[in-house]
Nanobody, 120 residues
Framework: VQLQASGGGLVQAGGSLRLSCAAS????????MGWFRQAPGKEREFVAT????????YYADSVKGRFTISRDNAKNTAYLQMNSLKPEDTAVYYC??????????????WGQGTLVTVSS
């Protein structure tokens, strides 16, 4: 599966953005989807994940209550709705897919990343 992330941009603190991850290839609905981010000078970190059917989600503590992961299997797209953004959310955001990897650690396919910049 090939992944294309989009929707990043510049936003003021307290604002919102919605990231999209469009998938091509077969059987998108059979993959768990995840979002990760990498801030300048830091390692990539887990943000959120959603099961293949969308019935279960899990978030990093740093974004819980502010971010929402979702998916539309009919459109082969996953989303990350980001509200109440903070300057520390500034990072390149990556979407990823896996069939059987660890939900927060191990993904098989990665998108190219989209930059989110939150100004104070």
């Amino acid at each position: 599966v090939q992944l294309q992330a989009s929707g990043g941009g510049l936003v003021q603190a307290g604002g919102s953005l919605r990231l999209s991850c469009a998938a091509s290839g077969r059987a998108f609905s059979s993959y768990r989807m995840g979002w990760f981010r990498q801030a300048p000078g830091k390692e990539r970190e887990f943000v959120a994940t959603i099961t293949w059917g969308g019935g279960s989600t899990y978030y990093a503590d740093s974004v819980k209550g502010r971010f929402t992961i979702s998916r539309d299997n009919a459109k082969n797209t996953a989303y990350l709705q980001m509200n109440s953004l903070k300057p520390e959310d500034t990072a390149v955001y990556y979407c990823a897919a896996t069939k059987g990897g660890h939900p927060t650690l191990s993904y098989d396919y990665w998108g190219q990343g989209t930059l989110v910049t939150v100004s104070s």
